[in-house]
């Protein structure tokens, strides 16, 4: 008996080790911890080496891949619809949708990691594990290895990619409270989940146009950013003339956890921001990530991997793209 016991145990705990999690609020297939441990051994160093090479020139494209990472998972769940192509079957796919289009930057990265990747294991690694490991990556070397998870694989990439649809389900600058957790809850994630997650807003950049043509400044915004902001856009920005201001005057470029800071402070730019401080609810969240140290930085990692489960493909309605450009 004690032997049958033993065994027992050790079925449950391998079980609970192969299976990682299941995307929220869906059927979707479980996803597993060293999905490419056997199939493809290098599949996270090559993706993390991209990363690596890319954000060490220009952090600004790990800011782009965490915030691709966002874009492709609330747009038809997390399966690199993000990343497709126009073609004269689908001219319009996500990328071209007004939230990724110009201001989505990364792709050049994701391609990068999938080019290296065909070399190594031809077929193997799907193009949506390539840009939530890329979001992953560029999150631990913004964040000064701070931000460090292990994150569950085996997605399959989508075949349908709609530019519209990125209008539906991401949320615009100008969203107050209410409509920023109906927006997340649509996905299956919490108030917490958006409070941590909006904390992404702490590095990379934003078009003028984000903030002065969609929506004014937040109420109360701090004159000395105001002034900042005016100097260095123009009055009506527009396609040509929509120049990029960083997001966080103070740690522009590092992941951490000033963009709380500065929602305290009145220092940022989008309504959406300043939206957290309309309920006592997310007002502590607030004040709780801003003085607790470290504390948000593991909430981000638990909260970026919960997202990555939104709305899983499997290999009925997915594939593993040979090109992130373009299927099969």
Known sequence: MAR???????????????????????????LRFGFYKRSCPNAEYIIREAVRNATSVNPGLGAGLIRMAFHDCFVRGCDASVLLDPTTA??????????????????????????????????????ADIVQFAARDAAFFLSGYRVNYKLPAGRFDGRVSIDNETLTFLPPPFFNLTQLVNSFKAKGLSVDDLVVLSGSHTIGRSHCSSFTTI??????????????LKGQCPANPNITNDPTVVQDVVTSDKLDNQYYKNVLNHKVLFPSDAALMTSRVTTRKVVENAVIRGSWERKFARAMVKMSLIEIKTAANGEIRKSCQVVN
């Open 4 to 30: 049958l016991g033993l065994v027992i145990l050790l079925v449950a705990l391998l079980g609970a080790a192969a299976v990682a999690a299941q995307a929220p609020g869906s059927s979707s297939p479980r």
């Open 90 to 127: 689908n001219p319009r796919p996500e990328k071209l949708g007004p939230p990724n289009f110009p201001s989505l930057r990364g792709f050049d990265v994701v391609d990068a990691a999938k080019a290296a990747l065909e070399k190594a294991c031809p077929g193997v690694v799907s193009c």
């Open 215 to 228: 929506a004014t400044l937040p109420p109360n915004t701090d004159p000395r950013l105001a002034t900042i």
